[in-house]
């Protein structure tokens, strides 16, 4: 993931301009999954840190460390840091680089869902219990069995089922179990291993959770996206394939499937009238963020729903060094999500 050239931005103006502020400011934080439980938000972000890591294009100067949970009583109102909810040294199986989770809750227990780097350098997911939406989250001693990339995005649907959405390309590793198992062939450029950009794209994945939440119950599937013709979205059309941060939400018994394009920037979806798809792409949701990365949440709160996201304004474009936001989101009468726009009237220009 290469650093962004930021030298062309005001930034007084495009934080001016900018439809949310960071919601806490006293730490970096991003890929904010928000979840209500007991009528309060909270959201499960990474923690960003600056541990000196080179960028490169697999996204080492990603490094960070542990987890915090934010809860807010309101999306317009203070944020409350809770402090450490798990630390990478405390989990037996991962080494490093703890990237976006998410939570749920099932019988008054919380689960948190992480990916991180195992001993050999390969993405893995875990889970860690807690008795509190804000932990401390006890890890489980191995990662979820056959769970690989990152990522993960937990939904519950209707009738009680648990789902968990995973995966991400380039240094989120999907491309390289595109065969079911690790492939370590070299080069380890992030762009090896893709499908050709006529081929279809490679698809997130989907796997219903045992009633535990702590394994899957099945071997992951493919999160098809299909193009207005009915035909898979290809590989090179970068603008509208899946790259990362997948979301589940439901809104009218319609399943929206919702993720970022990566290298082009968007917030996109698809929606659907299964869980395990297929999904029909329906557009974009947030245009480009300052920053290389956008990853989001969607949730509803009081009747409104809520897009939570992040950008790197608060550290004046340091790509790895993000904050959370939160905008509202706005579902049209034919079910389309309007555009938002992070700075209003303020473009990102290159
Ligand atoms: O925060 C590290 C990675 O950056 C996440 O896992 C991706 O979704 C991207 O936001």
Redesign the pocket.
């Known amino acids: 993931m290469p650093e962004d050239n930021t030298d062309h931005i005001d930034f007084d103006a495009l934080n001016r301009a900018a439809i949310s502020p960071p919601l806490v400011s006293h730490i970096y934080t ?2 904010p999954s928000a979840h209500v439980f007991n009528g309060k938000i909270y959201i499960y972000p ?1 923690h960003d840190v600056d541990a000196g890591d080179a960028f490169d294009d697999l ?1 080492s100067h ?1 490094a960070m460390e542990d987890y915090h949970v934010i809860s807010m009583e309101s999306p317009g109102g203070p944020a409350t840091d809770h402090g450490v909810a798990l630390h990478v040294k405390d989990v037996p199986w991962a080494e490093r680089q703890m ?2 989770p998410d939570a749920h809750e099932k019988d008054g227990r919380y689960f948190l869902f992480f990916p991180a780097k195992d001993h050999e350098g390969i993405f893995r997911i875990g889970v860690a219990v807690g008795e509190s939406p804000t932990g401390p989250f006890i890890p489980q001693p191995q990662a979820i069995k056959n769970s690989f990339s ?2 993960p995005a937990v939904f519950k649907d209707d009738d009680g089922s648990y789902y968990m959405y995973f995966g ?1 390309i380039w240094g ?1 590793q999907l491309q390289r179990w595109r065969n079911r198992t690790f492939n370590a062939s070299q080069p380890e450029s992030p762009t090896a291993h893709l499908p050709k950009e006529d081929e279809p794209a490679l698809c997130a994945k989907v796997a219903k959770l045992t009633d535990e939440l702590l394994e899957f119950a099945e071997r992951p599937r493919d999160v098809l996206i299909l193009d207005e013709k009915e035909d898979p979205l290809l590989q090179g059309d970068n603008e509208r394939r899946f790259f ?2 997948s979301w589940l939400h439901k809104y009218n018994g319609k399943y929206y499937f919702s993720y ?1 394009t990566g290298d082009t920037h968007f917030i996109c979806y698809a929606t659907g009238d299964d869980p395990y798809g297929p999904f029909t792409y329906a557009g974009k949701i947030l245009n480009p963020v300052v920053g290389w ?1 956008s ?1 989001h949440s969607i949730v509803e709160f009081n009747g409104e729903w809520y897009l939570f996201y992040h950008d790197s304004s608060l550290s004046r474009g340091v790509t790895h060094l993000r904050s959370i936001k939160v905008t509202r989101l706005v579902h049209d009468e034919n079910g389309f999500i309007q555009v938002i726009e992070p700075y209003g009237k303020f473009r990102l220009q290159e």
């Open positions: 991003a890929d990474s996204g990603f990237w976006a990152i990522d991400g989120g990362e941060a970022s990365t990853h």
